[in-house]
């Protein structure tokens, strides 16, 4: 049972660089979330979607795009790398309906230099 | 707005003493909230949720409407139970929104 899972593990940036940030899940879940844990902050969410093809901005969009082309993958997208985007990016999958669990991957390591 | 706040960063406790991590909301509607844990180096697992009153590794959180709170408890800690701890609050809409996390630290 794979659950989520995100590629890569680990990541060194130079400032300005992009990359992409894959997230899988094979549950059939209707939604998906990419969050950022920082240290004293907790678990932020970055960006959402409710089904394929739908996205929404949390509470810090900026600097992030998503897009949710295939039910089972949400990809999150930095187009220019800062520092302030050093952070461990988690995502995790829901089922659609009331007070379902969230499954989360293993996170994602990324350093930007 | 839909909030979720955990007013303690770390709870330290000797093994053997009660834990109550707190945890308070604001939503306007029927909250769904929940209690997340992480431990070291592993990803985050639910450990409850408040409709299924049930007790998870010792644990309980009862939901009080009235104040807001969603708090966990523990009678007795364990020092298995050193961890991070994450109040969330979610909408069947989708939007999964976690407070700020507490670290556990259980001392022998």
């Known amino acids: 049972n794979a659950g989520v899972t995100q590629t890569p593990k680990f990541r060194v940036l130079k400032t300005g660089q992009s990359m992409t940030l894959l997230c899988a899940q094979d549950?059939?879940?209707?939604?998906m979330y990419w969050y950022r844990q920082d240290p004293g902050m907790g678990l932020r969410l970055i960006h959402y979607?409710?089904?394929?093809?739908?996205?929404a901005k949390g509470e810090v969009p900026d600097g992030y795009n998503v897009s949710r082309l295939k039910k089972q993958n949400f990809l999150l997208g930095l187009e220019s790398a800062a520092p302030s985007q050093t952070s461990v990016y988690f995502c995790?999958?829901?089922?659609?309906?009331?007070?379902?669990?969230?499954?989360f991957g293993q996170g994602t390591r990324l350093t930007v230099v | 707005a839909q909030r979720v706040t955990q007013p303690e960063k770390l709870l330290s406790v000797f093994k053997g003493a009660p834990v109550e991590l707190k945890c308070n909301y604001s939503?306007?509607?029927?909250?769904?909230l929940f209690w997340y844990v992480q431990y070291s180096r592993q990803r985050l697992q639910l450990l409850l949720r408040?409709?299924s009153r049930e007790s998870i590794k010792g644990f309980t959180a009862d939901l009080n409407k009235g104040e807001t709170s969603f708090h966990l408890k523990k009678p007795f800690a364990q020092e298995e139970d050193s961890a991070m701890y994450y109040c969330?609050?979610?909408?069947?809409?989708?939007?999964?929104?976690f407070g700020q996390g507490t670290t556990l630290q259980v001392k022998p």
């Open positions: 979607s409710v089904g394929e093809g739908t996205t």
């Open positions: 549950m059939n879940h209707e939604y």
């Open positions: 408040h409709i």
């Open positions: 969330a609050l979610n909408r069947s809409t989708g939007k999964l929104i």
């Open positions: 939503y306007s509607g029927s909250p769904e």
């Open positions: 995790a999958s829901t089922r659609a309906g009331w007070a379902t669990e969230a499954f």
